[in-house]
């Protein structure tokens, strides 16, 4: 089995840690053993070396014991690496089971059978605790165990007789019955600890997933719920709460379909069929003043068996962005001082005008107008000054016409007015014309008030008539900027009609 290093460092850090925890215990219970051992064997040996034995039994523990208390704080900068660690923690097992192994020599009672038995019981149990607490790490455990056992196995195989000659290869299969369990065991304990490792790794993740989602929904700029089958808000981030101009404990709970406004349910009832929803247009929210523009985006939310238990529903307020668009495409179409519509607007209008009379067979005409001497005012009064008669002019020619006709500025102090649906009758026509013409010229000589100075204006007028059958609409508008000019040179604050005859150059 491949192990990555990252995974065979928490994998040895998770051994020590198991080492570390039941260390105590076996510590104190060989110091125990040692006790018993050298209280009875000194009856058939020399208290001295006996004693000797002990110490080495003790400083052996005092060993591990130091590395159990230093070994269980963190690691800090300049300790040790846990691999580091794992090896001094092995070395001590080592040191304890060689001294426990000498005890097989020095203590072995050739002459005294139940001292022996005595001495076998207490390194067999000794070695069996030491597998049972080492069991984690089978290097530890291996060399311990061989430490304790060979030495005495050995002793048994040389003593001559046959008991002990049968207990030496007793204690021989014991100890090769023990290595062989103790691989079986330290492999099911590793395979554990991996398990239990990628186990903790999987929930760390998701804690920090869900840390994350938590916070990507708490400060995302756009307002995030939650819904269910029956289509109950289960949870909203606090965006939305501020979008709705709501708290957030009346949008929760809140059944969707009882809502006046049901314009989002279409788009919230795919999710719910495992497709998107898009919703874009305007709402009204129904517990709070909210009006405005929104986008939403409606997606299934899944259990872990596939099924759909519900929708994530992700809104954003694009008021603003659907200002900006109108004011854009106004601008694109609308002259931005005084709100007519600009050249591009009215040829589209003219265009359709075109289509109208063919189909309605009525006439239409233009009116081109330009301010008599609307650059004296500019270069005496200033610009600021001469837009302000342009915004007046715009509302006055404005008052003029009817609904379905068009008053455009397309430049300058020049108009443009679009009149629909005149008498199909040519002469008829005209007079509807002149009557619109006159008034035109009335409305524009009152007198204007422009920074509470007192100001008169007069306009040159030039109309010409169409019936849709024309095949150049910049035809058209030529024929009335010509009439135009045909005013100005009649006196100007007149209407003048374009004559066929008259040159188009």
């Known amino acids: 089995m491949i192990i990555d290093l990252n995974k ?5 850090a998770a051994k020590l840690q198991q080492l570390l925890s039941v260390s105590p215990a076996s510590l104190v219970t060989s110091t125990l053993l040692a006790v018993i051992l050298t209280y009875v064997q000194h009856e058939t040996m020399g208290l001295s070396v006996i004693l000797i034995w002990f110490l080495f039994v003790v400083l052996a ?5 130091t590395l159990v208390v230093a070994y269980r704080r963190p690691l800090a900068k300049g300790d040790p ?10 070395v001590c097992v080592l040191l304890a089971g060689v001294v426990w192994g000498f005890a097989g020599f020095w203590m072995f009672p050739a002459s005294d059978p139940q001292h022996r038995m005595l001495l076998v019981f207490i390194l067999a149990g000794l070695s069996a605790g030491g597998v049972i607490s080492l069991a984690y790490d089978f290097v530890s455990a291996m060399i311990f165990t061989v430490a304790v056992i060979l030495p005495l196995t050995l002793q048994l195989l040389v003593a001559g007789d046959a008991l002990s000659l ?11 019955f023990i290595i062989m369990s103790l691989r079986l065991v330290n492999r099911g304990l590793t395979q554990s600890t991996i398990v239990q490792l990628e186990a903790t790794a999987r929930e760390d993740a998701m804690r920090l997933s869900e840390e994350r989602y938590r916070l990507l929904l708490h400060h995302s700029p756009m307002g995030i719920f939650h819904y269910d089958t029956n289509l109950l808000v289960t949870y909203c981030n606090d965006r939305l709460a501020y979008i709705l101009n ?3 404990d009346r949008i929760v709970n809140l059944d969707i379909n009882t809502l006046n406004d049901q314009s989002i349910l279409v788009a919230l009832n795919k999710a719910l069929v495992s497709q998107t929803g898009y919703y874009e247009g305007l709402y009204s929210a129904t517990f709070s003043d909210f009006s405005r523009w929104i986008s939403l985006t409606c997606t299934p939310s899944f259990d872990i068996n596939g099924n759909v238990v519900g929708g994530i529903a992700v809104a954003q307020d694009i008021s603003e962005r659907k200002q900006a668009a109108d004011k854009v495409e106004k601008f694109a179409f609308f002259d931005y001082l005084t709100g007519l519509p600009n050249r591009r607007l009215l040829l589209d209008r003219l265009k359709q005008a075109f289509v109208t009379g063919v189909r309605s067979n009525q006439k239409g005409a233009l009116l081109f107008l330009d ?3 609307f650059k004296t005012l500019n270069d005496t009064r200033g610009h600021d000054i001469g837009d302000l008669l342009l915004q007046q002019v715009a509302t006055r020619l404005l008052a003029c016409v009817r609904a379905g006709d068009t008053v455009a500025r397309i430049g300058g102090d020049e108009f443009v007015l679009l009149l629909e649906d005149l008498s199909e009758k040519e002469s008829e026509a005209i007079l509807e014309i002149e009557v619109i013409g006159e008034k035109i010229l009335t409305v524009l000589n009152q007198p204007y008030l422009l920074a509470e100075h007192e100001f008169y204006s007069t306009a040159s007028v030039g109309a010409t008539l169409f019936t849709g059958h024309e095949r150049e609409i910049e035809a058209i508008l030529k024929q009335a900027d010509l009439a135009m000019y045909q005013a100005k040179k009649a006196g100007r604050n007149t209407v003048s009609f374009f004559k066929p005859q008259a040159p188009l150059q």
């Open 371 to 373: 301010l008599d001497h």
């Open 246 to 248: 709501m708290p957030i």
């Open 61 to 65: 523990a005092l060993a591990r014991a």
């Open 8 to 12: 065979k460092s928490a994998i040895e």
């Open 166 to 176: 049968g207990m030496g290869v007793a204690a021989m299969l014991y100890l090769c």
């Open 81 to 90: 690496t846990i691999h580091e660690r794992l090896i001094r923690f092995r």
